[in-house]
C-alpha cells in the first residue's frame, strides 16, 4: 500500500465512470480510473450508437467510449486496468483492493461498475453480440425494422423487450423454457393479446446463425414438451430441434450488478445487488464519501445517455462533498 491518498477513485469505465471522470478531472480532483474486466463498460459490445445526443448521423460505440476516455485523460484523468476486488468503507479514507494485489486509499470513491447483462450461453453469442444479438431492445430495436426476431426470456422484462420491438419488427417470437411466464400478469396479458408477438414454449435456443458482415440470420432451438429442452437434449432425450430464420436475437433474462466487492460494507443494495441512493439524493450512499452513477444503481433506464448523466451527478456530488469536509478541517484547525 502506498502512502498516498486519492481525492477520488472511479471503479469503472463505462459511459457513467468515463463522465465522472471528465466532471473530477475538470475540478482538479486527479481521478483514478479503476477500469475493471471490460475496459470502456458494455458499449464496447455493440457497434453503432444512433440514441446518444450531439452525433445526428450516429456514432461508433467504440469511439465514443475512446474519446470520454482521452477527453478526460486530457483534464488529467488516470487509469488503471485493474478491478476493485474489495473495500473497506469503514474508516476514511477508504481502502480498495486490487486484482493487482494492490491495495490504493481514496477520501471519496465513485462505484459506476455497471450491471451485466446475463448471456443464454448460445453457440456463437460471443461473435454475434453487437452484430444483429443484442442485450438491449431500445438501444438496438430500430436496427431490425421488417425482421423477424427472437426474445428470449419470460420475465417482465422479457415482455417489455418483446412489446417494443413489435414497432419495428415483422413479428416478435418470445421464446421461454417452460410453459408459463414468469412475468407479471399486466405484462403477460399485454405481450399475449399483441398479435405481433407468438410464444414458443418449452423452447431453449443452442445456437445463433451468421456472421458479423452479414448479422443474424437464423437460429437453432430445442423445445420438448415436458419442459427443461436443453437439460433433456443433453441426456439424450426425444426432443424436437430445429432452425428457424430469423434477422435478430435479443437476450432478455436479466442483468448482474456488478457489486459483489461492496458486499461486506454498509452500502445499501436491493435484493438483486442494484445499489440504493439516499432517498430524495442523487448519487449519495450510505456510506458518507461513496458515491454511485450507471447501470449499478438503475435497473430501469440502463442507457449509455443515463449512465452519463447519473456519473456526472456522482462527481459532482464527490466534489462538493471534499469540499465540505476540506472546509471543517480547516475550522477545526483554527480552533485549535
Ligand atoms: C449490446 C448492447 C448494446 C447497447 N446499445 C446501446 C445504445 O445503442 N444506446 C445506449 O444508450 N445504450 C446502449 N446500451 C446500454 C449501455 O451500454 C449501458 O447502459 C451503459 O454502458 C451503462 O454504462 P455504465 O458505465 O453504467 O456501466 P458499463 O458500461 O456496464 O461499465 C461498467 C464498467 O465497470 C467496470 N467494472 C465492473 N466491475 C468492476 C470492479 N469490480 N472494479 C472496477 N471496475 C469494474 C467494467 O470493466 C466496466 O468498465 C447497450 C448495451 C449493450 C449490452
Known amino acids: 500500500m502506498t502512502d498516498q491518498v486519492r481525492d477520488v477513485v472511479i471503479a469503472g469505465s463505462g459511459m457513467a465512470g468515463l463522465t465522472a471522470a471528465i466532471y473530477a478531472a475538470r475540478a482538479d480532483l486527479e481521478p483514478l480510473v479503476l477500469e475493471g474486466d471490460e475496459p470502456g463498460g ?13 452525433f445526428s448521423e450516429g456514432v461508433d460505440a467504440f469511439e465514443l ?22 473495500a473497506d468503507l469503514d474508516e476514511r479514507p477508504f481502502t480498495l483492493e486490487l486484482s493487482t494485489d494492490e491495495t490504493i486509499r481514496t477520501r471519496a470513491f465513485i462505484v459506476a461498475t ?4 446475463r448471456w443464454v450461453g448460445a453457440e456463437n453469442e460471443d461473435e454475434m453480440m453487437g452484430h444483429g444479438l443484442s442485450t438491449c431492445a431500445t438501444c438496438d430495436g430500430a436496427f431490425h425494422r421488417g ?34 411466464l414468469r412475468a407479471s400478469e399486466i405484462m403477460k396479458e399485454r405481450a399475449m393479446d399483441d ?39 443433453e441426456e439424450g432425450g426425444n426432443v424436437d430441434l430445429f432452425d428457424f430464420d430469423c434477422g435478430g436475437v435479443f437476450y432478455a433474462i436479466g442483468h448482474t450488478p456488478n457489486t459483489g466487492f461492496l458486499e461486506d460494507t454498509d452500502v445499501r443494495m436491493d435484493d438483486d445487488g ?12 450510505d ?10 444503481a438503475d435497473r430501469h433506464y440502463q442507457q449509455a445517455v443515463t449512465a ?26 483554527k480552533a485549535d
Open 147 to 180: 425482421d423477424e426476431v427472437l426474445v428470449i426470456g419470460g420475465g417482465d422484462s422479457a415482455m417489455e423487450e418483446a412489446l417494443f420491438l413489435t414497432k419495428f419488427a415483422e413479428r416478435v417470437y418470445v421464446v421461454h423454457r417452460r410453459e408459463e
Open 274 to 285: 442494484y445499489v440504493q441512493t439516499l432517498e430524495g439524493r442523487t448519487s449519495e450512499t
Open 195 to 233: 398479435d405481433d408477438i407468438e410464444f414458443m414454449w418449452n423452447t431453449e435456443l443452442l445456437e445463433i446463425y451468421g456472421d458479423q458482415d452479414e448479422g443474424v440470420t437464423g437460429a437453432r432451438l430445442v423445445s420438448n414438451d415436458d419442459g427443461h429442452p436443453k437439460e433433456a437434449h
Open 287 to 296: 456510506v458518507e464519501g461513496v458515491f454511485v452513477g450507471g447501470d449499478v
Open 65 to 86: 467510449v475512446e474519446e470520454s476516455k482521452e477527453q478526460a485523460g486530457r483534464f488529467g484523468a488516470e487509469y488503471d486496468t485493474a478491478s476493485v476486488v474489495d
Open 114 to 117: 455497471g450491471a451485466s447483462a
Open 308 to 333: 452519463a448523466g447519473m456519473g456526472c451527478m456522482s462527481a459532482i456530488d464527490a466534489e462538493e462533498w471534499l469540499d465540505g469536509i476540506e472546509a471543517e478541517e480547516k475550522k477545526a484547525q
Open 42 to 54: 458494455q458499449l464496447t459490445l455493440t457497434t453503432d450508437v444512433e440514441n446518444y445526443p450531439g
